[in-house]
């Protein structure tokens, strides 16, 4: 049996690819250890509810303030991701079936932790006909049913290989929030996400807007993975032609020797810049800074969201 903890086990596609030199991080980046009463109480009932989440499971440096205040993306459709990302430390290879008790469960520790406001993601399934999106549904219905007032945002793989019409089962169950993230600029794909097209990623976002023009749309980058700025801006432009409202860009951070080097550490400074240019390119939200992630502070970027939508339709 495969353990997890072992990096050679856990990335098996990476396992003979040269050492990449791990730079020292800048003091923007440090955080503080994970712990105290809260972190621990979100930590029993994700194991209670025998939940993964990619917190742990991606290495995020905000674990230790989510969990503390209670917040946890919880990754469904189990650990193991069939597809191999040279940037991402979620454990790659052939997944095991699907837990039909899976939604229900989330759903409960959604309720036991009080969440005004949950993200809910999930490793890539290529192994199956609809890559998950029916069990993204079924998730999205036991919340609703459990916590009905609980907003609620997902994160999806791209369906890449499923028929297109599987997108319709996903925004049907109406989620407030629809994010799949292009990760980075088009010409670093190949070496990035291997696995994965740019325009595709850019088209799904752009149907769901297409299907329910109520939900959210929201996809983010990382950087210091060797693009450049004028990559970056043309990214935004493709964003916002695809009517995405939420842009999210925060410092890749690489896991192990064997993942993606990282290029450089982007400056605080020029995230500021990066933020100030997406508002200009017309995103009604956005979160640039180096510690951004998907889900970081997803509650309280969801309520000026909203209001941002509102403000802009007031104006109309």
């Not at 699907?98 to 005004?116: C, I, S, T």
């Not at 929030?177 to 976002?205: D, I, K, M, Q």
């Not at 939900?215 to 993975?225: E, R, Y």
Request: proline share 7%; charged share 25%; glycine share 8%.
């Amino acid at each position: 049996m495969r353990d997890l903890k072992i990096p050679s086990e856990r990335h098996p596609e990476k396992a003979h690819r040269p050492d990449n030199a791990q730079p020292k991080k800048p003091s923007w980046i440090r955080v503080k250890a994970p712990g105290g009463e809260g972190y621990n109480t979100t930590r029993r009932i994700m194991r209670e509810n025998k939940l993964s989440t990619v917190c742990e499971e991606a290495s995020c440096p905000n674990a230790g303030e989510c969990w503390s205040q209670g917040h946890a993306t919880m990754m469904i459709m189990g650990e193991i991701c069939t597809r191999g990302c040279t940037f991402c430390n979620v454990a790659t290879g052939k997944p095991d079936t699907l837990d039909a008790f899976e939604p229900g469960r989330v759903a409960d520790a959604v309720n036991k932790l009080g969440l005004n406001h949950v993200v809910i993601t999930s490793v890539d399934r290529d192994d199956l006909e609809d890559g998950g999106a029916e069990h993204f549904a079924q998730t999205i219905r036991a919340i609703r049913h459990r916590a009905p007032d609980t907003t609620i945002e997902i994160l999806t793989p791209d369906f890449l290989k499923c028929d297109p019409s599987v997108l319709e089962i996903v925004v049907e169950a109406r989620p407030d929030v629809f994010n799949h993230n292009l990760e980075t600029v088009p010409g670093l794909y190949p070496t990035v996400r291997p696995g994965a097209r740019y325009f595709h990623s850019l088209r799904l976002l752009q149907r769901v807007k297409e299907m329910d023009p109520s939900i959210f749309t929201k996809s983010g980058i990382m950087v210091g993975l060797g693009e450049d700025r004028q990559g970056v801006n043309q990214v935004m432009d493709d964003m916002r032609a695809a009517d995405i409202d939420f842009l999210t860009i925060g410092q890749y951070l690489q896991p192990t020797p064997k993942h993606h080097v990282v290029d450089r550490f982007v400056t605080p400074d020029e995230f500021k810049a990066y933020e100030t240019t997406a508002f200009g390119k017309g995103f009604l939200m956005v979160s640039a800074t180096p510690l951004t992630r998907s889900s970081y502070h997803a509650g309280d970027d969801f309520a000026r969201l909203r209001a941002a939508r509102e403000e802009k339709l007031g104006q109309a």
